[in-house]
């Protein structure tokens, strides 16, 4: 057995290091270790509790808005303030652009560069991967950058800036939207379809939605151009579909809430498929492999001390568990919960996997596009945006939401008006955790295991391949 | 042109950040970022966020050029410097190396033309250093408002001049990048750079200057509650007459701006601002706002705020506490206004 370290994991957000213990050419045993901690939750405490506004969005610069809502959502049970209406569709709207963001970013500067790379210049697609897809020299990302930019106009309307916007307050948005800034929204709500349906997909949102089956997305994609399609071939000819698989539990908090409800709603999906109610008063934070002094499991009772020099540590992450279980989060489980029957379709043929979780978030970013049409059309532009209220309770508050990457959660206690304890579980949290008090790995240490490395060692693609298909975000992980 | 010879090589490290500088700067150019760098003779040799390199392949080049055996135009750090515990650098090591980015910045740093700060955690020490600072975390060449850092004072690079701090939270991708190119172009001296390290192209401004909040301003007609069209320093917290940059003069996203999104100015270019407390919420004694503007004697500018506000045309006044115009602009004596 020889034992590899693979760092700096680069084209992931943030700092990443991965050990493996190699066996006969394949993973026998992986290490996920975060190796950045910056302590949030150490400056939040003993601050005014409206100050988490400033201070949380910015444990992270590339889901920031997911941040401030999840701030925002704990400090609206502590004011026990409603939402204006418009406010709710105005964050909404940013945050799908956020998400969206998200996706573009992953996709086409994280994660496909990795087609490009020498390791695959023997194969017969390489070399329109690589004119495509090549780190900062592919034609993608010329196409791709610019559109981001021009999604991201969503946050110079609503939120005045991106990242890090104080825009997002718990009684809704700090702008009313006039008729003319709609027209704008609307405006690059269609550009953003655009660039959809040209680069990404070549063909209407509404097909792209409306596939259900692996068949039918088979069929769909024969002589399509587009980068989605592009994808899927080089997925069929490394059969990504077999690579990293996750642990069989997937959770979703449930996103994008309005009127009607949420758009993608909340639970946790068992491998055979059944879908049940979230326990959230079952999710647990297991600190024994962490760099961090014990406390309590639960979050709402939990501090967090750090210990650089803990025996048997080996990640500033904690271990975030549901029932006493890893569970993976992303848009492969927010789709899978939410019942999208494409992705229920690939999870029951194949489980979560690398092609699995690149499918859910390209389908997600195509809905997404459809909701921020919807969303812009339904604000009601004569009425508030935000409703105002007083002081914060003193008690135990929590904000869930979904970030891209998946479930975020912020526990926040308030003692005399100021924040007595704060805690953030973060998506990556749960998907890059170490190991618990049990010895079991956490969601990625688990998808590594049976890795090809063949001689590459280190170098080998596929462990790249595995890790990006996550999107991590290592910045929020130990935060 | 011969390549790379000629071309600017700029490495590109994160320390305790959040990533938003790069997030930030990725919306640069109009055929993007990759683009904008090549056209303007910048050969980005690794980021970490966007290059091919990884694991071995980047220390195999980190260590090339700590031996001296590739040239270093340009060093940039996004995030603090982690130098804690014990000044072990441990709470932030560069993954692979077995060596903390606080150890590979001060090998590093010596041996480029330049060092750039792009944030105010690289420039300053930013949000992380704030409250009891668990990391031990600092800027460059400064913590807080006191210059040091992890470099210190002394510190000169290559070419002479101190750490270049682009100071803001996230800052505007304009600033990065025409900082980026100034110096390449040999533009920007030390004469260029304000006492805390910042390009006096921006730091010659403040966030006050070209709100479109002004004419409230003007006559001290504020808003007094979130998403109201108001001034936003006499309640709520605002500090742009006191915070430099050039946030209003430029369009962020495409046109937003702190501002502009109905928000106070947290004043993220000033060293020390994670210090602050109660944010959205304007500090007073006895009912005058404590953070005034710098520049003007307080007794002048209470009596110009008394005076003015006794002059606020209707519609000023109506308007600043409307989240939406209530009273539009009219000639005097139009029956609308009324």
Request: hydrophobic share 40%.
């Amino acid at each position: 057995m020889t034992r590899i370290t693979v760092g700096p994991f680069n084209r992931v957000e943030g700092d990443l290091e991965v050990r493996l213990d190699i066996e006969q050419g394949r993973v026998a045993r992986a290490e996920v270790t975060a190796p950045l901690y910056r302590g949030f939750e150490q400056i939040l405490e003993g601050r005014p509790p409206l100050d988490a506004l400033v201070i949380a969005p910015r444990i992270c610069g590339i889901c920031s808005v997911s941040q401030s809502i999840a701030a925002a959502g704990a400090l609206r049970q502590a004011m026990g303030v409603a939402t204006a209406p418009n406010g709710v569709l105005a964050t909404n709207i940013a945050h799908a652009a956020e998400n969206a963001a998200d996706h573009l970013t992953h996709f086409y500067i994280f994660f496909m560069p990795d087609f490009a790379r020498e390791a695959y210049a023997s194969q017969a697609w390489h070399g329109a991967a690589a004119e495509r897809f090549t780190a900062t020299k592919g034609s993608a990302a010329r196409e791709a950058l610019p559109a981001r930019a021009r999604l991201l106009e969503i946050m110079g309307v609503i939120a005045g800036k991106w990242p890090h916007s104080l825009a997002f307050q718990p009684g809704g948005t700090t702008r009313a939207i006039e008729l003319g800034e709609r027209i704008r929204l609307n405006a690059i709500a269609a550009s953003f379809r655009g660039f959809l349906e040209r680069v990404m997909f070549a063909d209407k949102l509404e097909n792209v939605v409306a596939l259900s089956t692996p068949d039918e997305l088979d069929r769909w994609r024969d002589g399509r151009g587009g980068d989605f399609a592009h994808f899927l071939a080089v997925a069929d000819a490394l059969s990504l579909a077999d690579l990293g698989k996750g642990p069989g539990l997937l959770m979703s908090f449930g996103a994008y809430h309005d009127s009607d409800g949420a758009r993608f709603r909340a639970g946790i999906r068992a491998s055979n498929g059944e879908v049940e109610a979230l326990p959230s008063d079952r999710i647990t934070e297991d600190v024994s492999h962490a760099w961090m002094r014990e406390t309590s499991l639960d979050p709402a009772e939990s501090r967090t001390v750090p210990d650089a020099d803990k025996a048997d540590a080996y990640s500033w992450c904690k271990a975030p568990r549901l029932a006493g279980q890893p569970v993976e989060v992303g848009a492969l489980a927010r789709q899978a919960v939410d019942g999208q029957p494409l992705i229920t379709a690939l999870l029951a043929a194949d489980g979560s996997n690398v092609r699995n979780r690149v499918i859910a978030r390209l389908i997600e970013t195509a809905q997404l596009a459809l909701s921020i049409e919807g969303w812009i059309k339904a604000l009601r532009l004569n009425e508030p945006f935000c409703l105002n209220s007083g002081d914060t309770a003193d008690g135990n508050f929590v904000g869930l939401v979904e970030a891209a990457r998946g479930s975020l959660g912020h526990w926040l206690a308030v003692r005399s008006g100021r924040i007595e304890r704060y805690q953030i579980i973060a998506p990556t949290s749960w998907n890059f955790s170490p190991r618990d008090a049990g010895g079991i790995a956490g969601p990625l240490e688990q998808a590594l295991v049976g890795t090809e490395v063949g001689a590459a060692g280190a170098r080998a693609v596929g462990i790249q391949h595995v890790v990006r298909s996550f999107d991590p975000c290592m910045v929020c992980t130990a935060h | 042109m011969d390549g790379s010879g000629t071309m600017t090589r700029m490495l590109w490290l994160q320390g305790a950040s959040c990533g938003g500088c790069t997030m930030s700067i990725l919306e640069s150019g109009a055929s993007g970022w990759f683009d904008e760098l090549r056209q303007s003779g910048i050969d980005l040799v690794w980021h970490p966020s966007v290059s091919e390199q990884t694991g071995d392949e980047v220390v195999d080049l980190l260590e090339a050029i700590r031996d001296g055996r590739e040239r270093l135009d340009l060093l940039v750090l996004e995030g603090s410097v982690a130098r804690g515990p014990g000044l072990t650098g441990r709470f932030n090591m560069l993954a692979g190396t077995n060596r903390s980015i606080y150890h590979w910045l001060l090998d590093l740093a010596p041996l480029a033309d330049y060092v750039v700060a792009v944030g105010s955690c690289a420039a300053y020490g930013g949000i992380p250093a704030a409250g009891v600072n668990p990391t031990d975390a600092v800027g460059l060449q400064f913590e807080g408002s006191d210059v040091g850092g992890a470099l210190g004072a002394s510190f000169r690079s290559k070419r002479g001049l101190p750490v270049i701090n682009v100071a803001g939270c996230a800052p505007h991708p304009g600033w990065m990048m025409e900082s980026l190119l100034a110096l390449t172009n040999g533009d920007l001296t030390a004469r260029e750079l304000d006492g805390f390290g910042r390009p006096t192209f921006i730091a010659n401004h403040l966030a006050h200057h070209g709100c479109s909040r002004n004419e409230f301003y003007e006559f001290k007609a504020s808003a007094e509650t979130m998403s109201e069209r108001g001034c936003l320093m006499e309640h709520l917290g605002c500090r742009a007459t006191q915070a430099v940059g050039d946030c209003n003069q430029r369009s962020w996203n495409g046109g937003g701006s702190c501002t502009k999104g109905g928000y106070a100015c947290i004043a993220c270019t000033s060293p020390g601002f994670e210090s602050a407390q109660n944010y959205l919420q304007t500090a007073k004694l006895a009912g005058i706002p404590v953070g005034l503007p710098t520049d003007m004697p307080k007794a002048w500018f209470v009596a110009l705020a008394a005076l003015s506000k006794s002059a606020t045309p209707r519609r000023v006044r109506v308007n600043a506490t409307a989240d939406h115009v209530v009273v539009p602009p009219s000639r005097s004596g139009d029956k609308r206004s009324s």
